[in-house]
């Protein structure tokens, strides 16, 4: 904080981080077109000096916009997509714009919680799937921005979250109990690395399970591929063809366990009886192919989001919120 008996100015912020006032009110008011090393050096200065945009600024951004900013990566993955339909159901039914912004990478991520608190033109933000720094929750508390994040906890923010591990865990429970011993796990490696790591917790579940078990994972049965439908048909093609095939495959999205149905039913392989196969998200598509999957409540996640951040809009006073919504399996005909 400045040590002056005044406020900071926009001019105190420009000489601490060494540029130009242009420069400063570009990166408040346009900050993707200031360069990532400028803009942290603005946004350090910002959180050191203490500096809070001029007295109207400030009254804009405490006024109602009907705006709600909804942080996500790459959302137009099917997941994603059912997720933001929730929020966007709830959202129309309170009469609340939802304004989008998708992550690409750590800058960009950090160039929306640099600035977003500071321009005012938002009444609150959803974070979906995003990790969020001690510093970036600071900077919206401090500028008293109504936050939800989803699928991350952060304890001074509230949060919607399910169990990843749990839900790993509980697939491979009930492969196990089905009576299988050779069981595969199939996911997507193109997670980039600036989201929640949910895959890989999902994994980690599936194996311990295993572990639990006595069941060993040949490392032969843990396969990645994309999205890309023939990719993830090779992966199953070549799970299948091994000395001993894995008789279930656990896939860590819905996506990709629709896509090892086609590719079972393309190499004339019985599912369930010669291959069992379990989803995760319980996607609209899993119930059309009848997948057995772990459902988490993809818009019922995104419409309580909206619900918590609204109920904070109108009482800033209330208590940070953490909800953990639970997993269910649903049994269908793939396993």
Sequence with gaps: MS???TPPTIYDVAEKAGVSIATVSRML?????????????????????????????????LSRTGRIGVI??????????????????ALGKASREMVIYPVESYSQLGSYF????????????????LPVSDIAARRLNSFNIPTVLIEYSHPTLNCVEI???????????????????????????????????TLTRRFTGFHQALIEAGIELPESYVRYASSDQEQIYQATADLLSQAQPPTAIFAALDFHAANVLKAA??????????????????????????LTTIRQHLDESGRLAV?????????????????????????????
């Design 163 to 197: 169990d990843d591990f749990e839900g790993g865990h509980m697939a491979a429970e009930y492969l196990i109990r089905k009576g299988h011993k050779r069981i595969a796990f199939l996911a997507n490696p193109d997670i980039p690395e600036y989201a929640v790591a």
């Design 265 to 290: 039913r393309r190499l004339n392989v019985c599912v369930p009886d010669q291959l069992a196969i379990v989803g995760f998200d319980d996607l609209d598509i899993a119930e059309y192919a009848d």
């Design 72 to 89: 996500t990566p790459f959302f137009t993955a099917p997941s994603f997509v059912q997720r933001l339909r929730g929020i966007a159901s």
């Design 307 to 335: 619900e918590i951040l609204l109920a904070h809009i109108a009482d800033p006073g209330r208590p940070v919120q953490h909800v953990k919504l639970p997993l269910t399996l649903v049994e269908r005909l793939t396993a």
């Design 29 to 61: 008011n346009s900050p993707d077109k200031v360069g990532p090393k400028t803009r942290d050096r603005i946004l350090a200065a910002i959180d050191q000096l203490g500096f809070v945009p001029k007295a109207e600024a400030r009254a804009r951004a």
């Design 3 to 5: 040590s002056s008996r």
């Design 114 to 129: 640099g600035s977003i608190p500071l321009t005012g033109n938002l009444d609150g933000l959803v974070v979906v799937s």
